[in-house]
């Protein structure tokens, strides 16, 4: 897939979280040791040798606290704790002990917007209106005869007020009714959340991605959410894409939230903080805040969320590219726990493409577990969906578990995953599409995957290297990646057919050093390029 040569200069300018790789990992289905089906903190560190040889730098976990499982995790009955399915605390530092051992970082999961509610701190709120946490949490009398408070719908469907028998109050949740929101306008809310950050910081971990950022704080006069425009949806549906969530999301004192999150995490050296965050690029970037006092890194989705086109994904990246804030650092994500994989969203062969796009492009890429072996959504029957996202809205065929089920390994047991019966099921080409049939095929997409990190590795310029724009139409997109030392061509056809690029203003020479097509290897390019379908490639440039 690639020939490498030369050797990485540090980049003493640049911070890990710049440079790095990070690698997304479901906790439930990465690799069960404990035999229930489950993926483990032991898994995790028995196949720790598999992400030192993959090369990437910083593994996410999905949460692993302490929940009643309503949202598989994201709904927090203990944020000090570890759920007893995924291990114990001592299994915990012993992860953290061994990731640290080879070099690499490892962030988790915050989700501070929303807790379970059999969270101390609910159960206490709820118990009476005169309880002192009762401010906690987003209470309200409601309208006239009942009414709710307003028109706010739930993400997983229906409304987001929730009826208190007991106390006769509603309670929002943007979620599930098992995961009422917390009222960061609550000053005791916000140190406890600080305290949380705190806790795990102290132990040692590099840094956090935090759950729905966006939505932390809410409109203080609770006001209805207005139609979307164009939306697709009746208003009977309950549908929450019925409703444009100016008010329920994004407020401005959101800002102030996420300053005293970097504050913290700015008291200990070499952290990070990442954020969740599902906006337009214009909105996106104030997350940075203002002179980096925001997230590190708010997370970039536009490869997740635009129609497969050059012509839009090229704009797109452009965009993004220019409305950075001149010290804030750009980052790319493929795929994740609630999206459908890329290799379903594309087709196996653009996900190569994808693959390239994703580590070539200036800034932190974000790989999801599986999606370097094309791992595909797998269909699962409807009476073993779990996803609360799918069973609330059966028809709509958004159940996010197809993206969750477990790692393929190998060709043997339950794919090398668990010795019982894994809690999702397996797709039948797991014999086929697995870790260690793709680690002796050049040719696989592991192997492309492989060829690509370590070319970022031995390349400071595709690590912190300047992007420049060449050329895009309804098939290719083409950019140069440099730094003082190296210049390289990036041309990937997003298209079936053959592709061609003639530049007019420039002229490119050099030698095709990694391929989505092996036999293109090695190969000298003397201007213009000709690409077959669903091609991409990587030339050195003869400065």
């Given at each position: 897939m690639e020939a490498l040569t030369g050797t990485n200069p540090t980049n003493k300018d640049h911070l890990w979280w710049q440079t790095g790789i990070i690698y997304q990992i479901y906790p439930r289905s990465f690799q069960d040791a404990s035999g229930d089906g489950v993926g483990d903190l032991k898994g995790i560190i028995q196949r720790l040798d598999y992400l030192q040889w993959l090369g990437v730098d910083c593994i996410w976990l999905s949460p692993i606290y302490p929940s009643p499982m309503a949202d598989f995790g994201y709904d927090i009955s203990d944020y000090q704790g570890v759920h007893p399915l995924f291990g114990t605390m001592e299994d915990f530092d012993e992860l953290l002990d061994h990731v640290h051992g080879r070099g690499m970082k490892l962030i988790l999961d915050l989700v501070p917007n929303h807790t379970s509610d059999q969270h101390p701190w609910f159960l206490e709120s709820r118990s009476s209106r005169d309880n002192p946490k009762r401010d906690w949490y987003i209470w309200h009398d409601g309208g006239e005869n009942g009414a709710l408070p307003n028109n706010w719908l739930s993400v997983f469907g229906g409304h987001a007020w929730e009826w208190d028998e007991t106390t006769q109050q509603y309670y929002y949740h943007a979620f599930l009714k098992q995961q009422p929101d917390l009222n960061w306008r609550n000053p005791e809310v916000q140190q406890a959340m600080m305290d949380v950050m705190h806790f795990w910081l102290r132990k040692g971990v590099d840094g956090f991605r935090v759950d729905v950022m966006w939505h932390m704080v809410k409109d203080a006069q609770l006001r209805n959410n207005p139609v979307a425009p164009n939306s697709a949806f009746d208003e009977n549906d309950l549908i929450y894409e019925y409703h444009d969530p100016v008010y329920s999301t994004d407020q401005p004192e959101v800002h102030e939230i996420v300053r005293m999150m970097r504050k913290v995490t700015n008291e200990y050296e070499g952290r990070v903080l990442i954020g969740e965050i599902y906006l337009p690029i214009q909105k996106l970037v104030t997350y940075y805040g203002l002179n980096q006092s925001g997230a590190h890194l708010p997370f970039n989705f536009k490869l997740l969320s635009l129609p497969w086109d050059s012509k839009q994904i090229a704009g797109a990246i452009d965009e993004y590219e220019g409305?950075?804030?001149?010290?804030?650092?750009?980052?790319?994500?493929?795929?994740?726990?609630?999206?459908?994989?890329?290799?379903?969203?594309?087709?196996?062969?653009?996900?190569?493409?994808?693959?390239?796009?994703?580590?070539?492009?200036?800034?932190?890429?974000?790989?999801?577990?599986?999606?370097?072996?094309?791992?595909?959504?797998?269909?699962?029957?409807?009476?073993?969906?779990?996803?609360?996202?799918?069973?609330?809205?059966?028809?709509?065929?958004?159940?996010?578990?197809?993206?969750?089920?477990?790692?393929?390994?190998?060709?043997?047991?339950?794919?090398?995953?668990?010795?019982?019966?894994?809690?999702?099921?397996?797709?039948?080409?797991?014999?086929?599409?697995?870790?260690?049939?793709?680690k002796e095929d050049p040719e696989s997409m592991l192997s492309l995957y492989r060829s690509l990190i370590t070319l970022r590795k031995r390349q400071p310029a595709f690590q912190t290297g300047q992007y420049t724009p060449v050329y895009s139409d309804k098939q290719l997109i083409a950019y140069i990646r440099e730094n003082d030392l190296d210049r390289f061509l990036v041309v990937l056809n997003l298209s079936h057919r053959p592709a061609y690029l003639r530049p007019k203003n420039e002229h490119f020479e050099g030698e095709i050093i990694v391929s989505t097509e092996a036999e293109r290897i090695g190969l000298r390019v003397d201007n213009n390029l000709l690409l077959s379908g669903d091609e991409g490639l990587i030339v050195r440039l003869e400065r």
């Open positions: 409305a950075l804030p001149a010290d804030g650092w750009p980052n790319w994500v493929l795929g994740n726990h609630d999206q459908p994989r890329i290799a379903s969203r594309v087709g196996r062969s653009q996900a190569r493409v994808a693959a390239m796009l994703l580590l070539t492009l200036r800034g932190t890429p974000t790989i999801y577990y599986g999606d370097e072996i094309c791992m595909r959504d797998v269909p699962i029957p409807p009476d073993e969906i779990v996803d609360p996202q799918g069973l609330n809205m059966p028809d709509r065929n958004i159940s996010r578990d197809p993206g969750r089920t477990p790692m393929q390994w190998n060709a043997g047991e339950n794919a090398g995953f668990s010795d019982a019966k894994p809690w999702l099921r397996l797709p039948d080409s797991f014999r086929r599409v697995n870790v260690d049939l793709q």
